[in-house]
DNA sequence: ATATCCTGTCATTAT
DNA sequence: ATATAATGACAGGAT
């Protein structure tokens, strides 16, 4: 008899559950109410085991786990209370508070997935978890088995408090009775309830409610792990742009104050800016070990990540490799510089070419033997880096720079090795070369080599051919400074320039207006690989979207396919149990006719299958229509 | 010849 | 007030 008990039991709340979930309304208050007193052949109202067999009751003893109160898969659970708080206040049908302890069982089964050995999922979202715990464990865990019907009936009456006074009242005895009852209704011959049929549709629907709703387990947790995943992601998406853009900020602003605390250092620094060009392009040069082995690993991943796939960091990261680099201090620098030389290959007299232009124009530097845009300082102390280059597109222009004044000042401008300026002439600052952003535009590569070649074609023509057009502005106002010097100096220094060399106003305009172009150019360039970090971010998004869109509508479709499979075996099933209840006079009820409902108040009643009301209430109508027009 | 891309420059605004 | 960064728009050269 209890075991008996037990299945009608446990089976009828997963059968009212599952009504509810396919939105059949099983009335239970309808059998204790006697209504369908003729009818009532399973009670399975508000009983206390309706109340005290919570599904993770179950499942947690059988599976031999428990929730632990701070588990992070305890954040489903509230979700899922969320839920079905939003549910109810729909007023849709409402569920009975059984599905409250399901949802609780969802929280045990997830826990029992995730909650040991694999709690990668989600790690930083159960802040403030701990009194949600609690309160799960209240509910349900770790509820002493004494106790757990009372407590449960409790927990219940806080949220339904009319049906519940009922299932308090209807107790043991009743399911008892009722299971009585239905010995006395059936059939007198066979006085013994079909027990071993019924307890097969009971195994079946329990072993497939279970399975399918361990389905829907695995689908919820694995949504409600997902949409954590993609917030995180989405968070951490958003970070890394915000720290992008805030890093490159940073970057250059830190940039700045240390070319005005520390100018003696910022010659290398713009050295290693170029060897850091070259060898983001050059998978893990050796020689950058040198300098990265104080890195972070993110710089160094990013520096020996393929050149061709650059990462919206690439430009921050290039900040941060030479800022570390910068930090080692003076020392080793010029071993460094030769180290870096030599394991890249690449020619000093390159480099120095390839400085200008925060290397997105490096296609107007070539690297000639002489070098093209180089000038002798005049200033005793300083020397910047000199090739400004980025002018290609400018060659008709400098057809209208004065070249009288060219002329005229030749004589101040005649070209220097520049490699000695760069690599051995330290006296002179230049933050511009930290600033300038990394080389990564995929066109660089591209232009480099035809340019290349030109310049060695018509190398004969490369001083004017590289100059800049504020370069041969300057040469024709006889401005004794380049064109880097004057945008990369310090602001104080470019005053004391301004104020202590005597310029006519002509030339002051002249070096404002380079320094201004100079600024401009970078930020330009600055502001054109940002742009192009956030498409490229955006893109990777948009296919991430996708990618989640896909995946959801798998899980919907088999959702669907599950929830039909349910509803499949609850009408076999309830077709089983209308053929075993008898009407007033002893007949099996017409499964036909007949149907099981979940009411709102939790009872289950037997209700006659509606016909075709339309057609019928439409024709009651009119009738009392035409009978009331008699009238 | 045309389209597209790249780059420098200007104007404007914000910091 | 000044310098500078950021950015849209435009122009011109390169491909």
């Known amino acids: 008899m209890q075991i008996a008990k037990k299945y009608f039991t446990e089976g009828l709340i997963q059968l009212t559950i599952l009504l509810s979930l396919i939105g059949v309304r099983v009335d239970i208050d309808s059998y204790l109410s006697g209504y369908y007193s003729p009818l009532i052949e399973i009670n399975l109202g508000p009983s206390s085991a309706y109340t005290q067999t919570p599904f993770h009751n179950l499942r947690d003893t059988l599976d031999g786990y428990s929730v632990h109160p701070k588990c992070p898969e305890l954040d489903y659970f509230f979700a899922s209370r969320r839920l079905l708080d939003e549910v109810r206040t729909l007023g849709s049908p409402r569920f009975p508070t059984q599905l409250n302890a399901w949802l609780v069982h969802q929280v045990s089964a997830t826990d029992k997935a995730d909650c040991g050995p694999s709690t990668s999922n989600n790690t930083d979202t159960n802040t403030g978890l701990e009194s949600p715990g609690d309160e799960a464990r209240v509910e349900g865990e770790h509820l002493p088995d004494s106790g757990r019907e009372e407590d449960e009936v409790k927990v219940k009456e806080e949220e339904e408090p009319a049906p519940l006074t009922q299932l308090a009242h209807s107790s043991t005895l009743e399911q008892e009775s009722m299971l009585e009852g239905i010995t006395a209704l059936s059939d007198p011959a066979s006085h013994h309830p079909p027990t071993i049929d019924i307890d097969q549709h009971w195994n079946s629907l329990l072993s497939l409610s279970v399975t399918d709703l361990d389905d829907l387990d695995t689908l919820v947790t694995e949504r409600l792990s997902d949409l954590d995943t993609d ?22 602003g830190a940039a700045s104050e240390r070319a005005e605390s520390r100018p003696v250092n910022q010659q290398q620094r713009a050295l290693f800016r170029l060897e850091s060009t070259g060898s983001s392009h050059s998978d893990a040069s050796p020689g950058m070990a040198l300098g990265l082995a104080a890195l972070p690993f993110a710089s160094v991943c990013n520096l020996t990540g393929n050149a061709s796939q650059h990462s919206a960091l690439g430009g921050c990261l290039d900040e941060a490799v030479f800022d570390q680099i910068n930090q080692l201090g003076l020392e080793g620098l010029d071993t460094m510089d030769t180290q870096l030389m030599g394991c890249l290959g690449i020619d000093p007299q390159v480099l120095e070419d390839l400085d200008s232009d925060s290397g997105l124009s490096l296609e107007s530097s070539s690297g000639g033997p002489v070098s093209p845009g180089s000038s002798e300082m005049s200033s005793s102390s300083s020397s910047y880096c000199e090739d400004e280059c980025g002018a290609t597109g400018y060659s008709s222009e400098v057809d209208s720079v004065p070249s009288k004044g060219i002329m005229d000042c030749t004589t101040t401008w005649s070209p220097i090795d520049l490699s000695e300026s760069v690599w051995h002439d330290h006296s002179y600052s230049s933050p511009a070369f930290f600033d300038q952003p990394s080389v990564t535009l995929p066109h660089k590569g591209i232009k480099e080599e035809p340019l290349s070649d030109d310049d060695d074609d018509d190398g004969s023509r490369l001083d004017d051919r590289e100059l800049s057009r504020d370069e041969l502005r300057a040469r024709a106002m006889c401005i004794p400074f380049s064109v880097l010097q004057i945008v990369n100096m310090p602001v104080e220094e470019f005053l004391e320039v301004l104020d202590g060399h005597g310029f006519s106003p002509d030339q002051v305009t002249l070096l404002r207006d380079i320094r201004r172009r100079g600024k401009n150019k970078l930020a330009a360039q600055n502001c054109r690989k940002r742009k192009l970090d956030a498409i490229t971010g955006l893109q990777e998004e948009v296919e991430r979207l996708h990618a989640q869109r896909d995946r959801l509508l798998r899980e919907k479709q088999l959702t669907a396919k599950t929830m039909g ?65 008699k009238q």
């Open 565 to 629: 499979a349910v509803g499949q075996q609850i009408k076999q099933l309830t077709r089983d149990v209308l053929a075993r209840l008898r009407d007033d006079s002893g007949q099996p009820l017409n499964p036909e006719r007949f149907t099981l409902q979940c009411g709102a108040n939790g009872r289950v009643v037997v209700q006659p299958v509606r016909r075709p009301a339309v057609s019928t209430s439409t024709g009651n109508k009119t009738d009392k229509r035409k009978k009331e027009k």
């Open 231 to 252: 917030i995180t992601t989405a968070i951490s998406q958003d970070v890394s742009l915000h720290d992008a853009m805030v890093t490159s900020v940073g970057a250059f």
